[in-house]
């Protein structure tokens, strides 16, 4: 069982940056690889960023490459997320998840979720 619980969003105006952390209990963090999705109002919920377990290899969406990376520190049991050149477009809830799979982007491939931080990002 993994808990995960997010922070770090706010109000922003486009081109700034934020960056979003993620703290997960329990002693078996490094076993999982950890991921970033977003769900924008009206919207699914979408894939933006993926990190290997030891943290040597991440994916990310077209839209944000460039811009956000992913990253984590397994001492920490936290996974972060760097977002730069905000737009107004990556307005959302950003939630962390957690898989025992490869770098999938789908959903239903995570086993755990955190209950998401908003992020909104103002012209």
């Known amino acids: 069982q993994v808990q995960l619980v997010e922070s770090g969003g706010g109000l922003v105006q486009a081109g700034d940056s934020l960056r979003l952390s993620c703290v997960a209990s329990?002693?078996?963090?490094?076993?999982?690889?950890m991921a970033w999705f977003r769900q924008a109002p009206g919207k699914e919920r979408e894939f933006v960023a993926a990190?290997?377990?030891?943290?040597?290899?991440?994916y990310s969406t077209d839209s944000v490459n460039g811009r956000f990376t992913i990253s984590r520190d397994n001492a920490k049991n936290t996974v972060y997320l760097q977002m730069n050149s905000l737009k107004v477009e990556d307005t959302a809830v950003y939630y962390c998840?957690?898989?025992?799979?490869?770098?999938?982007?789908?959903?239903?491939?995570?086993?755990?979720w955190g209950q998401g931080t908003q992020v909104t990002v103002s012209s």
């Open positions: 990190i290997r377990r030891s943290g040597g290899s991440t």
């Open positions: 329990g002693r078996t963090f490094s076993s999982y690889v």
């Open positions: 998840a957690a898989s025992t799979l490869g770098l999938v982007s789908t959903v239903r491939l995570y086993d755990y």
